[in-house]
């Protein structure tokens, strides 16, 4: 069985959802191999609810899966680029096409990790993170992405509150990036990160 963090060999073929993100009814392209492709997930919903998209600014999208969050604030915010990574090569493409669909593609690059610029800064980071890749390797994907965050930037974070939402903020502090709690909603807490003391070293 494949997983949405890894990449699908099988026939691609995709489907049509219909979704409201920031007010605006957008269609969108999924296919099996990548996140929730039959829907919106629940927990991407409740971070667009909770958080509204800035007016400007260069955004990550991490784990984009077909791009609901990078091409919703695209449109939502002409203002705005987004970088939107996923490891899963068929995510990457769909991204693209949503984004080519919906007239936003000069706003978003969708990219696999290693096709970021290593020194790219974003104001702010958007993500409901693989929880289901295991705990090291979600820290360790929070760890690179995370010091991409400008000194005033932040990184909003949906995590399920029974696959770790609670104890993920208090690591995430206690690695020094302080971490609050947004919203919480459907058993989802949105998160906050800042880089802390980085700002100011």
Not at 92 to 119: F, I, K, W, Y
Not at 178 to 191: N, Q
């Amino acid at each position: 069985m494949s997983h949405y963090f890894t990449n699908d060999d099988t026939p691609l073929i995709t489907r049509t959802i219909h979704t409201k993100i920031f007010g605006n009814e957008l269609e969108l392209t999924t296919a099996g191999g990548v996140f929730s492709n039959t829907r919106l997930d629940l927990g991407t919903s409740v971070l667009l609810r909770s958080v509204e998209p800035p007016a400007a600014g260069h955004i990550l999208d991490l784990g984009c899966g077909y791009g609901p969050i990078a091409v919703g604030l695209a449109v939502a915010s002409p203002g705005v680029t987004v970088d939107a990574v996923d490891v899963n090569e068929r995510a990457v493409e769909l991204t693209r096409r949503n984004a080519e669909n919906l007239g936003v593609s000069a706003q978003v690059h969708a990219a696999l990790p290693d096709e970021v610029a290593t020194d790219v800064r974003y104001d702010e980071i958007w993500s409901n993170p693989p929880i289901r890749i295991g705990k090291e390797a979600l820290h360790e994907l929070l760890l690179r992405w995370l010091p991409h965050l400008r000194d005033d930037g932040v990184a909003h974070l949906v995590v399920s509150k029974n696959l770790g939402g609670d104890s993920l903020a208090s690591w995430l502090t206690d690695q020094g990036w302080p971490t609050g709690k947004i919203a919480s909603a459907k058993g989802f807490r949105v998160l906050g990160v800042s880089p802390g003391d980085r700002a100011s070293s």
